[in-house]
């Protein structure tokens, strides 16, 4: 029979297999706090990133254009300004001309090709400036541009310098960028006509979504039975939040393009199929929320005489509200995110002006930032990056106010 | 009469029997009190109010939904009829496309006829518009005066109008969990549908196996033969989306969720928890940008320094590594919930042994929560093998079967976003095979569901 010896805990043996197990607890701990801080990290570099290309998309450089209008080749009569008479008027090339006597021969690689709008619209605005010469402030053009805000080429930074001499380089806010649509040349389009259309199509989403999204959720959580036909409806809503965005692209494409025949590229569509997408996350939002209301409420309420309708309209909805509009909130900031699915319904075309109607053919910001980011133009960097910022923006908010809502009406009970 | 204004003049009508029905129900009721016979009394006014409401609204809004798919119909059966008809063209096609224009022209959508026979159908046409649209208001307003009228009669002191009310609020919440059932089956119907029809003209083995793929040349007429073998784009979403993103997110998610739950104080768990979060709420249009801008380009000049060949400036690596990123926090959670589910005891019990926490989380807390982070990580695949925006910007189009990282390879959701966008003809194998690859899709994304739930789920009644 073996005597036990009490471990030596001094000895040497014993001493080092220790120190290399607290060792291997250090190792551990720094590879935990090393993917914190690389995830968070990568965030941070993504964020950095887009805010340093985007930044400069909110400015634009302008070059303050002396017209002198008498002695420039236009044929217009002061007192009878109409859009045709301008239409008619061969404004591109005249502007043309007057910048080569303002800024040199190079002038057409400086100016904007559509600069001519800003000259157009300055004469509209005030018809008298034809007699005299005007100072107007037309935009940049790309090259010019990049080289006025960070890196160009080499003869656009020499430019740069040259103009910045004659004191008629400026670099202020791009309002246009904020009320302006998608075009052709990058410094003189928008998200207005994107965002308006973001902004029909998440109406949509809303109106079709939330309605059904609570009533579902009440129907499974405060009458349904347990039986087979509820698990089927169980089933289907969990497998819907979990089928790819692109597949409900298809399902919009195949039902409600080619079988309903409804408007290709409409905010109406596009709504409808996020619609889809959304209304499990608001069911399972609002399961939870509905599940969380204790039952002595209920019980209260059957007890002095409401009926089951009674007691959930008045009673469980209102308590559970807060905890649904977070959940419809999150669903609706993804909604907001979302490019796949309306590309497949044919949401990516060419729009330049805003959508009137939900029918009308739209464009929505993700499809909008989609479709800058494969410009080949340089100036669409910055612009597609800060048309990413705008929509960051947005999320944040959204997720912001969700968050807000879920700690000042949450109920503990 | 227009559609808006209908509507308008019945939800007036609504308001007027809501508000009279009440009042009369208030005074019937009240008059029925002063008698002393209490019993007598059943609904609040207000119930009465809706029933009415509800009976004006509801058959006239049925029939409206009903005359606005037949009017159509009735209106083109009648201009047919009409003498200027009888120089219609008989094919279907140029006689469709005139009796449109007509119909946009009566209606004020377009100002001008490109064709002159349509011009002399718009005055039929308008003539028919305005009869049936007349017919149809009129036929809804003495629909909603019938049926409030009906309801109206029936308002009794005892009648039991919250009952009926209820009634139909309960037959509408049912309808309303219906519709995902109805989503879930048109999703499958549909690309059932479309996918046999692709499947008709391709044999699905040369699909399922085949490893050439190039729709274009099937578009282009050299047959459907050995254009759409599917394999290199299944190989590709795995590469990308069960490899090389798991690659990234699985260690960097759950030593995330390690350190969170088990090392980190209070605060940095409150600040760094919804950062990481961040990370799965940025649009994944916004990953794409930035994985096609930033990272794919210096992936290329780092595999062109370390003399890689076929490096491309579209390579899986990039679209694989911000795909990782962007699901780390999937992984995270459920690796959190899972070890959260593992019972306190089986953790005292092993450091009250002596061992470290790290032995203690490796050896103990991790086999334990296997099943739940396995569960996890295949939820994550799941995600990943359908997300779209990342491989379309950042990963190529060429349908290369490689295994270097910094080729090119292509996605079945990127071939899906290829295929179906560009020009649209309905018929061809080159769109329908976007629907066979959506439904192999749905199938594997479905399949790794119901797995991954299934073993979470188990798990989770072991510790119970």
Excluded: C
């Amino acid at each position: 029979m073996s005597t036990r010896n009490p471990t030596d805990w001094k000895s040497e043996a014993m001493r080092k297999r220790i120190a290399g197990r607290y060792a291997a607890e250090r190792r551990f701990k720094f590879a935990g706090l090393f993917a914190v801080v690389l995830s968070a990290s990568f965030l941070a570099f993504l964020l950095v990133t887009m805010m340093g290309n985007g930044l400069r998309g909110f400015t634009r450089t302008e070059i303050a254009l002396k017209v002198d209008f008498p002695a420039s080749p236009l044929l217009l009569d002061p007192k009878a300004i109409t859009d045709e008479a301008l239409a008619n008027a061969n404004l591109p090339m005249v502007t043309g001309t007057v910048a080569k006597t303002a800024l040199g021969d190079k002038a057409d690689a400086l100016l904007s090709p559509t600069a001519w709008i800003n000259i157009r619209d300055a004469i509209k605005a005030d018809p008298t400036i034809l007699s005299r010469t005007a100072t107007i402030s037309v935009p940049a053009s790309t090259g010019l541009d990049l080289a006025a805000k960070s890196k160009g080429s080499p003869e656009m930074e020499a430019e740069v310098a040259r103009l910045k001499q004659q004191g008629v380089l400026s670099t202020g806010f791009n309002f246009g960028f904020l009320t302006a649509s998608d075009g052709t040349d990058p410094t003189q389009v928008g998200i207005w006509g994107a965002f308006k259309g973001s902004l029909l199509t998440m109406l949509v989403t809303l109106i079709l979504s939330f309605p059904v999204g609570v009533a579902t959720a009440l129907y499974l959580e405060e009458y349904a039975r347990k039986n087979w036909w509820t698990d089927i409806i169980e089933v289907s809503i969990n497998n819907l939040a979990a089928v790819p965005s692109i597949i409900f692209g298809l399902l919009g494409l195949s039902i409600f393009l080619n079988l309903a025949h409804l408007p290709r590229s409409a905010a109406l569509v596009g709504g409808m199929t996020l619609a889809l997408m959304t209304m499990p996350v608001i069911v399972i939002a609002g399961r939870n929320a509905i599940k969380s209301v204790p039952p002595s409420i209920r019980d209260a309420a059957l007890g002095i005489g409401a009926s089951p309708v009674q007691v959930v309209f008045q009673h469980v909805l209102p308590l559970a509200l807060p905890g649904i509009l977070t959940g419809t909130i999150i669903g609706m900031a993804r909604a907001l995110g979302e490019t796949a699915p309306l590309l497949m319904i044919g949401m990516r075309a060419f729009i330049a002006t805003p959508p009137g109607g939900i029918t009308d053919p739209a464009t929505v910001l993700p499809v909008q930032i989609f479709l800058w980011s494969d410009e080949v133009s340089k100036g669409f960097v910055e612009k597609t990056s800060a048309a990413i910022i705008v929509l960051l923006a947005f999320l944040l908010a959204m997720n912001g106010l969700a968050i807000y809502l879920r700690n000042k009406f949450e109920t503990r009970w | 009469m227009t559609g808006p204004a209908i509507l308008l003049l019945l939800a007036g009508l609504g308001a007027i029997a809501w508000v009279s029905a009440r009042a009369r129900a208030l005074r019937l009721q009240t008059a029925a009190r002063a008698t002393g016979r209490r019993d007598a009394v059943h609904s609040l006014p207000g119930y009465h109010g809706w029933y009415v409401a509800l009976w004006t609204l509801v058959p006239a809004a049925i029939f409206l939904a009903i005359w606005a798919n037949v009017a159509p119909g009735l209106v083109t059966q009648s201009v047919l009829a009409d003498p200027a008809a009888q120089s219609l063209p008989v094919d279907a096609f140029s006689r469709s496309a005139i009796l449109g224009e007509a119909r946009a022209i009566a209606n004020g959508s377009q100002a001008g006829a490109f064709n002159p026979l349509s011009q002399g159908l718009v005055e039929p046409y308008a003539q028919a518009l305005n009869k049936y649209g007349i017919a149809g208001a009129v036929l809804a307003l003495v629909l909603a005066f019938a049926g409030g009228a009906f309801a109206f009669t029936r308002v009794r002191p005892d009648f039991r109008a919250r009952t009926r009310v209820e009634r139909l609020v309960m037959a509408s919440l049912l309808i309303a969990s219906l519709i995902a059932i109805i989503t879930t089956l048109g999703i499958v119907a549909s690309l059932l549908w479309e996918s046999f029809r692709f499947f008709s003209m391709v044999n699905p083995i040369d699909f399922l196996f085949g490893t050439k793929w190039s729709p274009q040349s099937a578009a282009m007429g050299y047959g459907n033969d050995d254009a759409f073998g599917a394999v290199p784009l299944f190989w590709g979403t795995i590469f990308i989306g069960a490899i090389i993103a798991m690659i990234v997110a699985i260690p960097l998610g759950l030593m995330s969720a390690i350190y969170l739950t088990q090392y980190a104080s209070p605060t940095v768990r409150k600040w760094m928890k919804p950062t990481l979060e961040m990370l799965a709420g940025v649009p994944t249009v916004v990953y794409g940008y930035f994985a096609a801008l930033t990272i794919a380009p210096a992936l290329r000049d780092f595999a062109v320094m370390i003399g890689i060949h076929g490096a491309s400036s579209e390579s899986a690596l990039a679209a694989g590594l911000v795909m990782g990123v962007m699901i780390i926090p999937f992984v995270s959670s459920m690796a959190d919930d899972s070890i959260a589910a593992v019972p306190q005891s089986m953790r005292d019990g092993s450091l009250a042994m002596g061992a470290t926490t790290s032995e203690t989380i490796t050896r103990v807390l991790i086999p334990a929560a296997l099943p739940g982070v396995v569960g996890g990580v295949l939820l994550a695949v799941s995600r990943a093998i359908g997300e779209t925006m990342i491989v379309v910007m950042a990963a190529g189009l060429a349908a290369n079967l490689t295994a270097n990282p910094f080729a090119s390879v292509t996605t079945v959701t990127t071939q899906i976003v290829q295929l179906l966008t560009g020009d649209q003809e309905f018929d061809s194998a080159k769109t329908l095979a976007a629907f066979a690859l959506g439904l192999v899709l749905f199938i594997v994304t479905l399949l790794l569901n119901i797995v991954a739930l299934r073993v979470v789920k188990k798990y989770r009644e072991a510790y119970d």
